[in-house]
């Protein structure tokens, strides 16, 4: 998810965002929204067999379709901006509806193959959701559509940050940092 997260990033998750459920299990009680384009959600994935953190791009019944990273919804393609490019990758700032947040994509040519997508309608109850470092994300271009019911919570903010480069000290500026 760079450069959205950071190696060492711990996320608050508000698993009551989308839910109310029998404490310590993903038993569903009642829906108490439904997650929207933007979100950064962590799944339980079964298909993947592990958590991911992904964006949701796609809601149900929307058609989305990619051509080498531009991203198409309902027929209105996502505005860019390029904010900086760093060693092998280029930051972008993404304009989704409603929603902008900062990607990264490769400046080279890996995974060009991945770039392109769809078009496809998201089915009912599930989402379309990619990672924000697009050239090297395991996300529905990868696994498909995520099931409403594997989606745990919504997360908005990193709780603290360790980093790795430096002996795993603090990073202060991430402490409680929100997530766009």
């Not at 919570?153 to 940092?177: I, M, N, Q, T, W």
Request: hydrophobic share 40%; net charge negative.
């Amino acid at each position: 998810m760079l450069p959205t997260l950071l190696d060492g990033d711990k996320v608050w998750v508000n698993k009551l965002a989308y839910d109310v459920k029998i404490p310590f299990t993903e038993i569903s009680l009642a829906e108490v929204s439904d997650p929207i384009r933007g979100d950064i959600v962590i799944i339980d994935s079964k298909v993947a067999d592990k958590r991911l953190v992904k964006r949701i791009v796609g809601i149900p019944g929307d058609t989305v379709y990619m051509q080498n990273n531009a991203l198409v919804i309902n027929g209105v393609a996502a505005d860019y901006d390029v904010l900086s490019r760093e060693g092998n990758s280029v930051i972008i700032e993404e304009h989704l509806p409603d929603k902008v947040h900062r990607a990264r994509l490769a400046n080279g040519f890996a995974n060009r193959g991945r770039r392109s997508y769809g078009p496809t309608v998201v089915p009912s109850d599930q989402y379309f959701v990619l990672g924000d470092n697009r050239d090297n994300s395991a996300d529905s271009r990868t696994y498909s559509f995520v099931p409403r019911e594997e989606i745990i919570g919504r997360s908005s903010s990193v709780v603290f940050s360790l980093d790795s480069d430096k002996s795993y000290l603090p990073r202060g500026e991430r402490f409680l940092a929100e997530l766009d």
